[in-house]
């Protein structure tokens, strides 16, 4: 409970900071505040402009962004700042500043830790979203704290947020992972993916772009943009125009806009496949991890298995080696090459699986679970829907080891291990569960 207590000490909308007036601010004289409330009116005109000439193609998305940038035109403050500027100092020797988008979810907390560790700056922003238990969010926030890294709570698509961030620290790189994951769920709530993985995406990369320096990105893509592709392993030259659900279409989208940015404004980008990833502090909306709670509580577990009883097996990856992929990606990104809106030369544009290069079927992941938890779990083999799911996935990731030196180096059955201490640790033996 000493997480939670860490957690209350932090402010959920650091925007308030300037919504509740200062004594700076009652001491002005009169004809000053009318002054100032003048050309308050006269800037959030403009803001209001610039969002309505921005995005016209959408009435709904570009209200709920003027709404936002509304809100947060009171972002910032000095005590802010300079929180914002204490957590991307630098405190290595060409070392980076990094942006983390998405740096409350899973990968985003782990490569943050990661960078800080080394010495890097790093700011998260995220919008801690309920898509799942936003508490487990809020203790990797709470455990990014104690390490350094300050997440700011706001959206992607709030273009003047993130002009903000980048006006106080100008960032080299952005570590872009924020993003609306999950397979099935884009069937309940198919806006979710285009307002986090497009509209969101073409956010960030706007502000990349208009900033001076421009910083390199890099960004997550999935191994799910292989859709339909029956050719194995997977590799970055197969083809990716059969996506079998809206995430993945989405994210294959987000590699044709990455190529037009790099095209247009000389963005370096490198996007990487990553294939299921798992671990401590991971997704309770991914198999491993919903399944763990499910054999504790006695619940029976859905296995899928294709047609002709044809076996589900995904090339699980373990989190500390994707975030030697991610490190690697970052350490090797070029300089992006644009300013004011145009490049002086071509920069750098890369795709790389980040996978394990070795699949394991479904039921065999239930049995290591079985072992490690030392319960027998109730199995309920089912076909496979046809709701976005593929029968398998398996990594190509020679690319990633020639050119970033990228070597998994854990087994699925190391893997798990470290999991289930960490959730048992977390939730207590089933007793507390997640949700
Ligand atoms: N975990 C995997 O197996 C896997 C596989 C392939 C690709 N990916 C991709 O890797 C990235 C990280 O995945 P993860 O597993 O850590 O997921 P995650 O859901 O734990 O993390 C994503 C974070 O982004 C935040 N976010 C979402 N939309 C946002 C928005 N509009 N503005 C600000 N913040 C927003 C969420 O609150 C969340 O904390 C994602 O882009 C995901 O699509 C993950
Ligand atoms: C806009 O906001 C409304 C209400 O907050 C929400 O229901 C809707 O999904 C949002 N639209 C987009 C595109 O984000
Ligand atoms: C893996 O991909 C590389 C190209 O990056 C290719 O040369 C090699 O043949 C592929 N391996 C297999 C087993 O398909």
């Given at each position: 409970?000493?997480?939670?207590?860490?957690?209350?000490?932090?402010?959920?909308?650091?925007?308030?900071?300037?919504?509740?007036?200062?004594?700076?601010?009652?001491?002005r004289p009169y004809s000053s505040l009318v002054k100032l409330t003048l050309w308050s009116f006269v800037f959030i005109g403009l803001i209001f402009m610039f969002f309505f000439r921005s995005s016209p193609s959408s009435s709904q998305v570009s209200s709920n962004l003027s709404r936002r940038s509304f809100r947060t035109s009171s972002y910032g403050g000095p005590v802010w700042e300079k929180r914002?500027?204490?957590s991307a100092k630098i405190r290595s020797r060409n070392g980076f500043s990094v942006l983390v988008t998405g740096a409350a979810g899973f990968v985003g907390t782990h490569v943050s830790a990661a960078l800080k560790r080394r010495g890097d700056g790093v700011l998260g922003l995220d919008n801690f979203n309920d898509y799942y238990d936003p508490s487990l969010k809020r203790a990797r926030q709470a455990l990014l704290e104690r390490t350094g890294v300050y997440i700011v709570e706001g959206d992607i698509n709030d273009v003047t947020l993130l002009k903000k961030l980048f006006d106080v620290v100008a960032f080299?790189?952005?570590m872009h992972l924020a993003a609306q994951a999950g397979v099935r769920y884009a069937m309940e709530n198919p806006s979710s993916y285009v307002h986090s993985n497009i509209a969101?995406?073409?956010?960030?990369?706007?502000?990349?772009k208009s900033v001076n320096p421009q910083p390199a990105i890099v960004w997550a893509s999935s191994s799910s943009v292989y859709g339909l592709n029956t050719k194995v392993p997977f590799s970055e030259r197969d083809r990716t125009d059969q996506p079998a659900s809206l995430y993945a279409a989405t994210k294959?989208?987000?590699?044709?806009i990455a190529h037009t940015y790099n095209h247009i404004h000389g963005l370096s980008l490198t996007g990487l496949r990553f294939f299921t990833v798992y671990g401590p502090w991971g997704r309770p909306d991914m198999a491993y991890f919903f399944f763990t709670q499910d054999i504790l509580r006695g619940k029976s577990i859905p296995i899928f298995e294709a047609s002709n009883h044809g076996t589900v097996a995904r090339d699980f990856t373990y989190i500390d080696d994707i975030v030697k992929g991610c490190l690697a990606a970052l350490d090797t990104a070029e300089k992006s090459?644009?300013?004011?809106?145009?490049?002086?030369?071509p920069a750098q544009l890369r795709v790389y699986n980040l996978g394990n290069t070795s699949p394991v079927p479904v039921s065999d992941l239930v049995s290591i679970l079985e072992r490690l938890l030392k319960v027998k779990a109730k199995r309920l083999v089912m076909k496979l829907p046809r709701n976005g799911d593929v029968q398998f996935t398996h990594a190509n990731i020679s690319l990633a080891q020639r050119e970033l030196g990228y070597k998994p180096t854990t087994d699925l059955q190391t893997g798990l291990k470290k999991f289930v201490r960490w959730y048992l640790s977390y939730y207590g033996n089933g007793k507390k569960s997640a949700q």
């Open positions: 409970m000493s997480q939670m207590k860490h957690i209350d000490s932090i402010p959920s909308h650091p925007w308030k900071f300037k919504m509740e007036k200062s004594p700076y601010h009652r001491q914002v500027k204490a080299t790189h952005v969101g995406l073409v956010s960030v990369l706007e502000v990349c294959k989208a987000g590699e044709e090459t644009g300013s004011g809106g145009k490049k002086s030369r």
